[in-house]
């Protein structure tokens, strides 16, 4: 079955790590992402990974891909107040184009 | 250039009622889906077009729900007697046809208060 699950919230200091946890359970999965969400504001693309990869790093944004355990992570280094917003996880699976999503992580960032 | 758009951003509706949710894909993006977030959730997909086609339907929740894309460029959602489970956040996203890799650029969404 299709199932994609968040922790509800995260809160951190301002220049301190974040790390979003984000577990599935389709092991067809094709590639994974993360949006991120601002309020009143669309869901805008972070990044992404495919599911042949255990790393992906791109700035600030860390992914990690542990496939075995159906486990996905994204690392925010220097986390900023404008990083405060929810994040979600999608995968895509292999011959649809939907995506399912997560439940979404609220992040706040403590100044 | 001009990202997704979805109009109205704000309906509020009595029970019973019919709606009309308009999206306007990124030009040239020949994929589009509609997605529905209740409060507090992730978007649940409804409904995939590709072209004037709807590929997949499969996330309609009941016959009430229908969407069209008549001419492979603006699509409508149209919801029947509207009910209260129905207030959500509606959210259109767009795509270019990808088999391996198909990045869905989202709308800001239009919210539905059903009364």
């Known amino acids: 079955g299709e199932d994609v699950e968040q922790s509800l919230f995260l809160s951190v200091r301002e220049g301190d790590s974040s790390v979003i946890n984000c577990t599935y359970t389709d092991s067809s999965s094709t590639y994974l992402y993360w949006y991120k969400q601002e309020p009143g504001a669309g869901l805008q693309l972070l990044t992404y990974?495919?599911?042949?990869?255990d790393m992906k790093q791109d700035q600030r944004l860390t992914v990690l891909l542990n496939k075995k355990d159906k486990h996905l992570s994204l690392r925010i280094a220097d986390t900023q107040t404008g990083d405060s917003a929810i994040y979600f996880c999608a995968e895509s699976i292999t011959g649809t184009y939907k995506y399912i999503f997560g439940t979404g992580t609220r992040l706040k960032v403590l100044a | 250039g001009a990202g997704v758009s979805q109009t109205p951003s704000n309906k509020v509706t009595e029970k019973g009622k019919y709606v009309e949710l308009r999206c306007d894909p990124i030009s040239g993006h020949t994929a589009l889906y509609w997605y529905r977030q209740s409060l507090g959730q992730g978007p649940e997909f409804l409904i995939y077009?590709?072209?004037?086609?709807?590929?997949?339907d499969s996330g309609l929740p009941n016959d009430r729900f229908f969407a069209v894309r008549p001419e492979g460029s603006v699509s409508t959602l149209k919801i029947q007697r509207t009910e209260r489970g129905d207030s959500a956040v509606y959210l259109c996203?767009?795509?270019?046809?990808?088999?391996?890799?198909?990045?869905?650029?989202f709308g800001p969404g239009t919210r539905l208060t059903v009364l």
């Open positions: 996203a767009s795509s270019l046809w990808d088999r391996d890799y198909n990045e869905q650029f």
């Open positions: 990974i495919f599911s042949n990869m």
């Open positions: 077009f590709q072209g004037t086609g709807a590929a997949d």
